[in-house]
């Protein structure tokens, strides 16, 4: 709505009695609520058309839903609980069922063979016996034969075995297989233990030790 200032003339009665008449117009359709449409200038209406009564009805509300909540209180959760009532003793018979019969009865078993040993650690040393030091030939010479037993004209084979010790010295003689002859196995030990010399044997450990040595010695008288 507008308003336009007039300047006081004659005409002032005319302008006031517009303006009331459209003030008591619009009034009518604010009260009446039908939603009229009034359009109003200064000096012109416009007549408005109004919309039939519409008939109000009243809705009943709506159920309440299990989501929303209640004032009422819940009803009491049953009682879920199971009771047993277990006997005082229960009597148990066993009952013995015989097994079938395997298949595998009366045939003959084959023993499996021994699993061999388990090799042993290699040393860190491989053990090495006494060595003579120079020719074994040069320890008896024939300037040597005992005198007595070659006036008799005594010859034969004496076998011996020596004990060394750690430092390679013989230490004990013992005739092994005898030539029939003592004074030539008294002889042969005798010049063996005070002429050889040995590299002494190492162990297993690479250390020195003590060892063995075998030979023998043919006695024959020269021709």
Known sequence: MSYTDTPQTGNRGTTIAT???????????????????????????????FIPDVETVELD????????PSDAPLPPA?????????????DVTVIDVPLAPSPYAGVAKIPMPPLPPAPAPKPAFEAKDAVPRGNPGGWVT???YPSRDLRQG???????RLEIDAQGRVT?????????????DEAACKLVSR????????????????????????????R
């Open 19 to 49: 303006v009331a008449v459209i003030h008591a117009a619009l009034g009518y359709a604010l009260v009446s609520g039908f939603g009229a449409t009034v359009i109003t200038e200064v000096g012109k209406s416009i007549e408005a058309k």
């Open 61 to 68: 509300p709506l159920p309440k839903t299990e989501a929303e």
């Open 78 to 90: 049953p009682d879920t609980r199971i009771t047993i009532d277990r006997p005082a003793s229960v």
């Open 142 to 144: 024939p300037a040597d």
């Open 154 to 160: 005594n010859e034969g084979l004496t076998r011996f």
């Open 172 to 184: 004990g003689c013992t005739v092994t297989a005898s030539s029939g002859h003592k004074g030539l």
């Open 195 to 222: 002429r050889a010399r040995f590299e002494a044997a190492t162990g297993t450990d690479g250390a020195r030790t003590a060892g063995r040595y075998e030979n023998a010695i043919r006695w024959e008288i020269p």
